[in-house]
């Protein structure tokens, strides 16, 4: 085991090093695996066989929810061919939550944090799904 930055690392007999995750994709040190795995409590909004949305802790805006997979993805950078299929579902559970919070003729915006600059501080990703007010851009 190797340790990367805030990871513990493994290296796996295929070949490839891995962000500590058990053989169903959880990574057994992160938040958003647990709230997942219902293991931390959550206001869940959706759900799908690949997605679970569920309500931000700390609204930035009258609604503010969270879109993850289920599957543990640590950033942006991990998505490569074989799991961008993923950001394709998210996009599908935002516009469906936009129909759940009738917010789709009035807009919505969402988003996606990328590591320290971009603000990420869950290192499991999550579209910001963002709605009930006017949102300013740019972002600061
Ligand atoms: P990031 O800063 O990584 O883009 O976004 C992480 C988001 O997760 C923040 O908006 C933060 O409020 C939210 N968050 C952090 N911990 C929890 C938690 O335990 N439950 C929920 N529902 N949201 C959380
Ligand atoms: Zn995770």
Redo the contacts with the bound molecule.
């Keep these: 085991m190797l340790m990367v930055g805030r990871y513990h690392m493994h290296f796996l007999e295929e070949g490839k090093w891995s962000d500590c995750m058990n053989e169903v994709g959880e990574n057994n040190d992160c938040?958003f695996c647990k709230?997942v795995e219902k293991k931390?409590p959550?206001d869940i909004v959706y759900e799908s066989e690949d997605i679970i949305a569920?309500?931000?802790?700390?609204p930035?805006a009258p609604i503010h929810c969270?879109i993850i997979p289920k599957k543990h993805i640590s950033t942006i950078n991990d998505i490569d061919g074989s799991n961008s299929n993923i950001i394709g579902l998210m996009y599908e559970a935002a516009a469906q939550l936009a129909r759940i919070f009738n917010v789709d003729k009035d807009g919505y915006r969402v988003v996606m944090?990328c590591n320290s600059n971009g603000?990420?501080?869950?290192y499991h990703i999550?579209l910001?799904f963002l709605a009930g007010r006017q949102l300013s851009w740019p972002p600061g």
Excluded: M, R
């Design positions: 938040l709230i931390i959550a569920f309500k931000d802790i700390e930035k969270l944090n603000g990420q501080t869950v999550h910001h």
